[in-house]
């Protein structure tokens, strides 16, 4: 509060020049920043000021400081955390092109075009031409300009942390929602950016307006831990002694919890400790350094070792970076301790920002430039740009946004291509935590997902609806594209999609096909497509009507409706679409009746059927249908009751294979009593081949009856 004050009285001096040619109000932003890039041009600074506090002259913020010192102190801000000058420029310029008269060309050409790029990507659209969609869509526009240069979200960042610090002049119903979108948006962005030093802050200032008892409570819990002795100061001071003597350099320092993470840990542990109100932080210089610290943290006093987790072999998804553990010393006092080098710090305070110029640019002379070359770029970025481009309605993108951003965690995933096996050959796929196979289709294939029948995980078959872990092996089965009625997305795959481009390629994909639905769900409701089991053909199968696949290859899930196969019948109406529901699958000779559903497709049914006795009680007219004379070829759902034994599945697919059939889909029911119950949808290519194939299913051991399937219509 102090270097603004200093701001704000710099600021009403205007610009007036010391002897080195710098403005009195960025005297103390130029002294931070060359204390992190000792050879930057402060030239750039300079005209940049200068044009902010000419542009701005005369305006004020509703606190009545001059509005030049809310740029200022968003400049102080990134300069802190080690922001190069390019940063900086634009930020002293951030406002100026949505609150002044100063244009964005008049920006590019003074400044270059990387300035103009960074002020672009903040300034907001208009209220007057886009209403109540300007906030989301000046976040979707940020969020495209950040897909290039992350450097604007950090701006955002930092202009969003001194507007919260101010918020108490706003209205309380203003507060109120800017605190939440602050919470919702960008407290988000800034953990996954690794902005921890801007994090932490904004997430007290929206506890304090969204939670004023809770907060009240956390502040006085710290006030009255302050008054008494630190317990955390003895243990450090053990700790400075052991690493002495272990002739380990290292810095110890008593990390204070912020309110937030006080508040947290009190609703998780009921009650605080003496020890609980801070962490020790181990600062030391090389990577091996941290690995000895944690040796003699573990051998000269008792290790919890629940609670040690290894950030350095195994960095989180926003760059962080640090060993965790916790002790127990002579006195039964438990101090929970982060170890890292100073870089490491650097990075886990100052995330993206302490990583400089994402273009590699050399001229603001980062120090350990080189070692911040080599980070990797954030990989969640990529998939909220895909998803976005797909999501028009502001509505849509803002709910999307939100709730893609609710997640906190990130997963990786390991992909194989299609018939590689189970081994992890492809490369990693990021998801959020609580993500779904059906979810890792389409972060891997795009809209090519919607083909998806089948997945295996760490080499087991597995539903589309399983949940990912970190580092689990994922193998994704699609139907070949030259499949004559490609599958499509059930409705039930919007119920396990957790993220944004799952569901709305999904959408996008039932809505463009609504007959495809309705049939679906006039066929005898078999749905259920993540609840099914993908089920791999044994060796040599043939899969599905489009032609042979790869004997390793899928056998899962069907979720569009069923084609008629090499069995066709005929209606007399020649244009309809005619398809044999899959709740009976009829096969020639059957006797079968047909009915109309939405889109003029025409359903097929033997005369046994549930669902005909159904939708005639209801009124529905029957459709004329006969089989093709000379039809051979069928598809057809057999049920299979068995007693549950190992390897039951591979001897069923096996015989199937051996009897000339394909396996199209088949599904899985839980063990009941050690009794399974085996659902296979086959392509035969002649239907008189049917009561033989039934035959050799029985006699494969366990297996106790196989029947036509007939499965009834969900009530409705």
């Known amino acids: ?49 200068v044009l902010a506090e000419s542009s701005h002259r005369g305006q004020t913020r509703k606190s009545g400081e001059p509005y030049i010192t809310h740029p200022l102190a968003v400049t102080l ?48 659209l208009e209220k007057v031409d886009y209403g109540a969609a300007a906030e989301p869509e000046t976040f979707r526009k940020m969020l495209v300009a950040t897909g290039n240069d992350v450097r604007v979200m950090s701006i955002k960042l930092a202009d969003r942390l001194h507007n919260m610090r101010t918020l108490s002049v706003m209205r309380p119903e203003k507060q109120v929602r800017i605190a939440q979108v602050t919470r919702d948006v960008l407290i988000p962005f800034a953990e996954r950016l690794g902005v921890q030093a801007l994090k932490s802050e904004l997430e007290d200032l929206v506890f304090a307006i969204l939670h004023p008892e809770e907060h009240a409570l956390a502040r006085e819990l710290i006030a009255e831990h302050a008054r008494q002795p630190d317990p955390l100061t003895v243990v450090a001071t053990s700790v400075r002694r052991v690493l002495r003597e272990a002739g380990i350099v290292a810095q110890v320092l008593i990390r204070p919890r912020h309110t937030v993470s006080v508040h947290r840990l009190r609703v998780k542990r009921g009650e605080l400790g003496a020890c609980d109100f801070g962490r020790l932080l181990i600062m030391v210089e090389e990577d091996a350094d941290c690995y000895a610290v944690l040796g003699e943290l573990h051998t000269c006093f008792t290790p919890l070792i629940t609670e040690f987790k290894d950030f350095i072999a195994a960095p989180k998804f926003n760059l962080y970076r640090s060993l965790h553990t916790a002790f127990a010393d002579e006195r039964g006092r438990v101090a929970e301790v982060l170890v890292r080098t100073r870089q490491m710090h650097r990075v886990a305070e100052a995330g993206v920002i302490a990583l400089g110029d994402p273009r590699g640019d050399s001229r603001s002379g980062a120090a350990g430039e080189e070692d911040g070359a080599a980070e990797p770029g954030p990989g969640w970025l990529s998939r909220l740009l895909e998803w976005q481009s797909h999501a028009t309605d502001s ?32 490369g990693a796929l990021p998801l959020p935590a609580g993500a779904t196979c059906v979810d890792a289709a389409y972060a891997r294939y795009g809209e090519a997902a919607h083909r998806c029948i089948g997945a295996r995980v760490n080499g087991r078959l597995t539903a589309l609806s399983t949940v990912l872990r970190d580092g689990d092996a994922l193998q994704l089965f699609l139907e070949p594209t030259a499949t004559a009625d490609p599958s499509g997305p059930s409705p039930d795959w919007l119920q396990h999609a957790r993220t944004p481009a799952a569901r709305i390629a999904i959408r996008h994909w039932l809505a463009a096909h609504p007959a495809a639905v309705e049939t679906e769900l006039t066929s005898a409701g078999v749905g259920g497509g993540p609840f099914r089991t993908a089920t791999p053909p044994a060796p040599g199968a043939v899969v ?78 029957p459709v004329p249908v006969r089989w093709e004379q000379g039809a051979v070829g069928c ?14 599945l591979a ?46 299913m029985r006699r494969v051991p366990g297996v106790y009856d196989v029947t036509r399937a007939a499965r009834p219509l969900p009530a409705r």
Do not use: N
């Not at 598809?635 to 039951?648: D, S």
């Not at 063990?671 to 008189?688: F, G, I, K, S």
């Open 1 to 49: 509060m102090r270097s603004l004050r200093k701001l704000s009285h710099a600021a009403l001096l205007g610009q007036t020049p010391r002897r080195d040619g710098l403005p009195h109000a960025i005297e103390h932003v130029a002294k931070v920043h060359r204390a992190h890039h000792p050879r930057a041009d402060l030239a750039t600074l300079r005209r940049a000021y």
């Open 395 to 426: 509505d849509t993108f803002w709910a999307e946004l939100r709730d893609e951003l609710a997640q906190d965690r990130e997963i990786t995933v390991y992909c194989a291509s299609p018939g590689a096996g189970s081994a992890p050959s492809g």
């Open 77 to 124: 801000l990134l300069a802190q955390l080690g922001a190069e000058t390019t940063t900086l420029t634009a930020s002293l310029l951030h406002d100026t092109v949505e609150d002044t008269e100063v244009t964005l060309e008049q920006v590019r050409k003074e400044f270059g075009e990387e300035v103009g790029y960074l002020v672009d990507g903040v300034t907001k």
């Open 544 to 621: 599905g009507p489009g032609g042979p696949r790869d004997p390793a290859g899928p056998v899962g899930p069907e979720h569009a409706v069923a084609a008629e196969g090499a069995a066709s019948v005929i209606t007399d109406d020649p244009d309809a679409v005619v398809r044999l529901a899959r709740c009976c699958t009829p096969v020639p000779p059957d006797e079968v009746t047909g009915f109309a559903v939405r889109g003029g497709t025409v359903t097929v049914h033997r005369d046994g059927c549930q669902s005909v006795t159904r939708m005639t009680s209801t009124g529905r007219r």
């Open 651 to 696: 001897d069923l697919t096996e015989i199937i294979a051996v009897q000339g059939a394909a396996v199209v889909s088949a599904d899985v029911e839980p063990p009941r009593e050690h009794r399974v119950l085996h659902t296979y949808t086959l392509q035969l290519p002649d239907a008189a081949g049917l009561p033989a194939l039934m035959r050799a």
């Open 635 to 648: 598809r057809v759902t057999l049920r299979a009751e068995a007693l549950g034994r190992p390897h039951l």
